[in-house]
C-alpha cells in the first residue's frame, strides 16, 4: 500500500497568515491527491484534487501543488472559518486509498 | 443539494454484527461509486471499502476482509456496510463518500456524510 506522511501534525497561527501543509507519498502518485478539511461533528469537505485543482465553491485563498512524491496545500491569508483539520489523500492506481495522518490547524 | 446521511451506528460487544446505512439524495445515485471511510478515536481516516455505481466491484481494505461486506440498493439510493465478527479496534466513526467516478478506481471523494459512530466494547 502506498503511504503518505503529513506534516505538520498540528499547527498554530493567526488570522490573516500564510500557512502550508505537505504530504509526502511513499511512491510517486502522479498527482493523484486530494485534500479535504474536516471540522469535528461535520462532514469533511474537498477541497482540491489532482493535487491542484480547486473545487467548486472553495475559496482562491486554498491552493495546492507538487509533482511525484511531495505535495503541499497552501492557505494564503488564514480566515477564522479555515481552523479545522485537514487530511491528504492518494487515489493512485486501485484502492486501497490512503490518508494523511491529518494536521490540525489551530488558532 | 446533494446529501449522504449514515445511520445504524451504536454499541455492540465483540464479536457481534452491526448493519449501518447511508442514504443519499441530490445526484444520480446510480451513477456514482461509494466508499466507507473511518476514524477511530484520535486517529486519521482510514479507507474502509468501495462500491462501483453499478455494485459489480468491490474493494476492502485487507484488514476487513471476510468479516464486513459492502452493498447498495440504487433503487432506494442507498449503501450499506454489513459488519461482522466485530473488534475492539473496529471502533471508529464511520462515513460514506461519494466517489466522483462511476468506478472506484483512480478518484476521490467528493461528498462526504457526518459519519455514524460504531462503538465495539464489552
Known amino acids: 500500500d502506498i503511504q503518505m506522511t503529513q506534516s505538520p501534525s498540528s499547527l498554530s497561527a493567526s488570522v490573516g497568515d500564510r500557512v502550508t501543509i505537505t504530504c509526502r507519498a511513499s511512491?510517486?502518485?502522479?498527482?493523484?491527491l486530494a485534500w479535504y478539511q474536516h471540522k469535528t461533528g461535520k462532514a469533511p469537505k474537498l477541497l482540491l484534487y489532482a493535487a491542484s485543482r480547486l473545487e467548486s465553491g472553495v475559496p482562491s485563498r486554498f491552493s495546492g501543488s507538487g509533482s511525484g512524491t511531495d505535495y503541499t496545500l497552501t492557505i494564503s491569508s488564514l480566515q477564522p472559518e479555515d481552523f479545522a483539520t485537514y487530511f491528504c489523500q492518494q487515489y493512485y492506481s486501485t484502492p486501497p486509498y490512503t490518508f494523511g495522518q491529518g494536521t490540525k490547524l489551530e488558532i | 443539494e446533494m446529501q449522504l446521511s449514515e445511520s445504524g451506528g451504536g454499541l455492540v460487544q465483540p464479536g457481534g454484527s452491526l448493519r449501518l446505512s447511508c442514504v443519499a439524495s441530490g445526484f444520480a445515485f446510480s451513477r456514482y461509486a461509494l466508499s466507507w471511510v473511518r476514524q477511530a478515536p484520535g486517529k486519521g481516516l482510514e479507507w474502509v471499502s468501495a462500491?462501483?455505481?453499478?455494485?459489480?466491484?468491490?474493494y476492502y481494505r485487507d484488514s476487513i476482509k471476510g468479516r464486513f461486506t459492502i452493498a447498495r440498493d440504487n433503487s432506494k439510493n442507498t449503501l450499506y456496510l454489513e459488519m461482522g465478527s466485530l473488534r475492539v479496534e473496529d471502533t471508529a466513526v464511520y462515513y460514506c463518500a461519494k466517489i466522483r467516478a462511476s468506478v472506484a478506481v483512480v478518484a476521490f471523494h467528493d461528498l462526504w456524510g457526518q459519519g455514524t459512530l460504531v462503538a465495539v466494547s464489552s
Open positions: 511512491q510517486g502518485i502522479t498527482n493523484s
Open positions: 462500491i462501483s455505481g453499478s455494485a459489480d466491484l468491490t
